[in-house]
């Protein structure tokens, strides 16, 4: 069982960078692989990146290639997306999850945070 709380959103201008992170309890985050997903209004959640228990393997959708960096740090329990060249099309609720494997994965994930809003003005 992991519970996770996300932190970071704002509203920054396009170009700008922003850094979310997200909180995990419990002493298993550190053998799960977890991720970032957005939610965009009026549209259906979408996966961003995922990253492997120990940080050596990540995916990004392509979307954000480039541009979004998942990492984490494990003994401080925190996953992170440190984003930049931020567009007005980032602008989504961001939500961390994580599954309860090692695998790295677009979907099939088991926890979930309330997310964060990001905003990003043209």
Known sequence: QVQLVE???GLVQAGGSLR?????S???F???AVGWFRQAPGKEREFVASISPSGGTTIYADSV???FTISRDNAKNTLY????SLK???TAVYYCAA???????RDNYNYWGQGTQVAVSS
């Open 65 to 67: 290639k480039g541009r």
């Open 7 to 9: 932190s970071g959103g």
């Open 20 to 24: 979310l992170s997200c909180a995990a």
């Open 30 to 32: 550190s053998s799960y």
């Open 88 to 90: 007005p099309e980032d």
């Open 99 to 105: 599954r309860s494997t090692g695998l790295v994965s």
């Open 26 to 28: 419990g002493r298993a």
């Open 81 to 84: 997306l440190q984003m930049s």
